[in-house]
């Protein structure tokens, strides 16, 4: 699965994107953000607030109960604001 972060979630991970393999039991959106987040440093420092994370599962934003299954690009956000 090719994950691709974006904005100051790419700067703190230190990635613009990388392809991964999900271990078992990563099955939904919050799973892949908790499994994340104990990959280093980087990865925790970046979703030390996984509830403000926005995600988008082949280009549709997503709930993070959102199933991976299927998915080929999943897609990390900071909170976005309009201007």
């Not at 987040?37 to 420092?45: H, I, T, V």
Request: hydrophobic share 45%; no cysteine; charged share 25%.
């Amino acid at each position: 699965m090719k994950l691709s972060y974006f904005a100051w979630v790419r700067e703190r991970i230190g990635v613009a994107d990388e392809e991964v393999a999900l271990p078992a039991g990563v099955a939904t959106v919050a799973d892949l953000l908790g499994w994340l987040k104990g990959r280093g440093e980087n990865y925790e420092f970046a979703l030390q607030a996984p509830e403000i994370i926005r995600v988008a599962i082949d280009q549709e934003h997503v709930d993070h109960s959102e199933p991976l299954a299927g998915a080929k690009e999943v897609a990390l956000f900071p909170p976005m604001t309009g201007g």
